[in-house]
């Protein structure tokens, strides 16, 4: 497993993400030496869902308003239908997937995740994969929309769905390796 000591990763979630999304990648990013947080709209503990059950919680380190994306090597969002489509109306989660865009650093989003790169306007002309359901509205947002377990299309990785969890990870983590 190559090891990223002292990178910086922040998550941006609320509930609704899907566990396995948040968790699997979280725990290899912390394994591989990265320092991990967790942004959300407020402080109090996040509901994680199975599909339609609900999973484990966690209690997030900071509110958005709170994230200088400066202090962050790379940005990871979750699926789960209802974390993403949450988070695309909230003005400080779009600003921070901007300033990662902006910065060049790497950006992973899994599942539905890609529905807030695309909120932020941020994936015309990339090419991106995810969650069958919301292709349609990669492609309007001018994205070029692949079925592959992980797209990396510069320092942006995407993928489909919790089975793609262990490619979307090592792809996110090389990534801040080349950082």
């Given at each position: 497993?190559?090891?990223?000591?002292k990178s910086?990763?922040?998550?941006?979630?609320?509930?609704?993400?899907?566990?396995?999304?948040?968790?699997?990648?979280?725990?290899?990013?912390?394994?591989?030496?990265?320092?991990?947080?967790?942004?959300?709209?407020?402080?109090?503990?996040?509901?994680?869902?199975?599909?339609?059950?609900?999973?484990?919680?966690?209690?997030?380190?900071?509110?958005?308003?709170?994230?200088?994306?400066?202090?962050?090597?790379?940005?990871?969002?979750?699926?789960g239908v209802?974390?993403?489509?949450?988070?695309?109306?909230?003005?400080?989660?779009?600003?921070?997937?901007?300033?990662?865009?902006?910065?060049?650093?790497p950006v992973?989003?899994?599942?539905?995740?890609?529905?807030?790169?695309?909120?932020?306007?941020?994936?015309?002309?990339?090419?991106?994969?995810?969650?069958?359901?919301?292709?349609?509205?990669?492609?309007?947002?001018?994205?070029?929309?692949?079925?592959?377990?992980?797209?990396?299309?510069?320092?942006?990785?995407?993928?489909?769905?919790?089975?793609?969890?262990?490619?979307?990870?090592?792809?996110?983590?090389?990534?801040?390796?080349?950082?």
């Open positions: 497993m190559p090891m990223i000591d910086k990763v922040l998550i941006l979630a609320t509930d609704g993400f899907e566990n396995s999304e948040l968790f699997k990648p979280r725990a290899s990013l912390i394994d591989a030496g990265a320092e991990v947080t967790l942004a959300s709209i407020g402080t109090d503990p996040i509901q994680g869902k199975v599909h339609d059950k609900d999973g484990e919680t966690i209690t997030p380190d900071l509110t958005l308003g709170a994230v200088n994306a400066d202090d962050y090597d790379a940005l990871l969002i979750p699926g209802a974390n993403p489509d949450t988070m695309r109306m909230e003005e400080e989660a779009l600003a921070i997937v901007r300033a990662f865009f902006a910065a060049d650093k992973a989003a899994i599942c539905h995740g890609p529905w807030l790169l695309a909120e932020a306007d941020v994936i015309d002309g990339r090419t991106v994969t995810s969650w069958p359901s919301i292709r349609t509205d990669l492609r309007n947002a001018g994205a070029e929309v692949v079925d592959k377990e992980v797209q990396v299309d510069g320092r942006l990785i995407t993928s489909r769905k919790p089975d793609d969890i262990p490619a979307f990870t090592e792809a996110l983590i090389r990534s801040i390796e080349g950082v």
